[in-house]
């Protein structure tokens, strides 16, 4: 597998990574409000405080961005995601789904952001456009998880166990393609011009 091909999988993975948990929640959305008991309008709380999340994550980027490379960001990001689901999954009360929830909000922002500056950088060495494709990866992911969250109920699989067992998955596959992600461009723009795409990506 080409340099240009590794780089371009690893971004995608990211993606998947990002959206798989999501489809999966969606799930498994109305056997964990039972099991927090969790009426109508707490549950509506439950989804518009953990926007306080997305606040925090965005001053978090904003102390990381170009401080910290963006494809340790993305990794640390997609790492914090997968471990950040199983728990929130198994959460027994109201107070822990809200905190759970905020916490996956500021991971993912925190996350998102390097996420797309790497799929942008493997565009831009690729030369023409692929940003649709990282898209179809993220709804792909959240189609498999909603999948996945179906059949676990289905088959009776508690929540957690289900998270559990995708976040592992997952996180292998993050580790195994980690260095293929692009390296910054910032002082190899001047080296890449003229040479080969593959050379871009070592």
Known sequence: MSAPVRARVAVSLLYVIMSVPIGGW????????????????????ANTVPSLGN???LCVIVLLVGRV???????AGAALV?????????????????LGLSTWALVSFVMAVPMGALALEVQRRYGRPL??????????????GGLTGTLAAALEVRPWAQ????????????????RWLPREAGGERGGCAG????????
């Open 26 to 45: 969606a799930a498994r959305v109305p056997e964990i409000r039972r099991q927090v008991g969790a009426d109508d309008a707490l549950w509506g709380l």
């Open 55 to 57: 606040v925090a994550g």
């Open 69 to 75: 490379p963006n494809r340790l960001l993305g990794v």
């Open 82 to 98: 997968l471990l950040t689901v199983p728990p929130l999954a198994a959460s027994g009360s109201f107070a822990a789904v809200v």
């Open 131 to 144: 940003m649709g494709g990282f898209d179809a990866c993220f709804g792909a992911g959240t189609l498999a």
């Open 163 to 178: 998270f559990v067992l995708t976040s592992a998955l997952l996180g292998l596959c993050l580790a195994a393609t980690a």
């Open 195 to 202: 040479a080969s795409p593959a050379a871009c990506f070592r």
